[in-house]
Every structure is written in C-alpha cells, then in structure tokens.
C-alpha cells in the first residue's frame, strides 16, 4: 500500500491506522469507536498525509471478500449448535458495505459492531461484552483473528483466540482441536 507511489507501506498503514495492536486517541480509532465521522477522520488525514510527503492510496478495500472455508465454518458451527458471534472493527459508514459481502444473519446469531459498542479491538472489555452479549463466559470462547493484536486483546479478556494467516487451513485446523472435533 503506497509503495507503487514512492512510499513505504508500513509508513502508509502507521499513518492511516495507526498503532492497530493499541486502543489509542489515533483518528482511525476513534472513527472505529463510532466518535468521529469518516469525513472528520479524512479532513485529518489528508492534510496530515500531505504534510509527511506520504501519497495515500487511492483504493483500500476494493478486493474484500470473504473466505468461502471460513465461511462454510461458521455455517456448519451454528448448524452444530455452537453460538457464533463476528465482531468487527468498523466505521459506522461502511457497516452496509461488509453485511453485503457476508451473509451476516445465516451465519451468527450476534454481531459486534465496534463503532456501535464504542469499544474496538484490541481493547480486552470488548471482547467480554460481546461474550456476554451471547450469553457466555469468556473462558469457554474461541476467537479467530487476523491481526497479532486482537487475539492478545482477546486472550487478555480470558478467551482462547487463534491467529489467522493468509493460508486460514492452519487456524481452522486449531479451532477442530480446540473444539475437538
């Protein structure tokens, strides 16, 4: 991200995002709490872009989709019996975008909207309300994450939480052995 423009893509991501394993006062944060508007994050962000000299991208999310084993886990769970819940970090204003993507309401009996709760991940409180909000107790949760920070914020809540790599197969496999299955 940014690289094909002159910059470094960490740099880029730290500016936009950024430190994503903390829950600070950065703009993106906020805007993930529901605090600030999308418009007041990019009236920060362009300006404070043009200053450090970084050119942003121009397209962040035009390739998100899901991933079909995924998907089909977490069907074939709530089939099972198991409780599912997603809890994202969002912007209110992109809150339709994603629920498009995801067939959200087949697939977990509860959604977690940070920008909705005002807690983000990785802050431990709001993994504990959402394992309230689903009526169970944090301990006898699994939480499957894609960021280092967010499984640390999970595990800090009491939950078991696995990281997700590029190549999902690895995690699934865990949460088989997690589950025992």
């Known amino acids: ?5 002159g910059n470094d ?10 430190p994503y394993a903390e829950d600070t006062d950065h703009p993106w944060h906020r805007v993930e709490r529901g605090e600030i508007p999308l418009s007041e994050y990019g009236a920060w962000l362009v300006p404070e872009a043009q200053a450090r ?12 989709k899901p991933h079909d084993a995924m998907v089909e886990r977490a069907a074939q769970l709530r089939a099972d019996g198991y409780k599912t819940a997603v809890l994202t970090n969002n912007a209110k204003e992109v809150g339709d ?38 009526g169970v107790e944090p301990e006898r949760c699994v939480m ?15 939950m078991r939480a696995i990281l997700v790599g590029l190549d999902i197969e690895p995690a699934l496999a865990e949460l088989d052995t997690v589950l025992g299955l």
């Open 53 to 64: 000299g970084i050119t942003l991208p121009t397209r962040v999310f035009h390739e998100m």
């Open 9 to 18: 893509g960490d740099e880029v991501l730290a500016l936009m995002l950024g």
């Open 144 to 158: 499957l994450d894609d960021a280092p920070g967010n499984v640390l914020g999970a595990e800090a809540a009491g």
């Open 1 to 5: 991200m940014g690289a094909d423009a």
């Open 97 to 134: 975008n994603w629920r498009a993507i995801v067939p959200v309401d087949d697939l977990f009996d509860l959604v977690i909207d940070s920008s909705w709760v005002g807690m983000r991940k990785p802050n431990p409180a709001i993994y504990t309300h959402t394992a309230a909000e689903l």
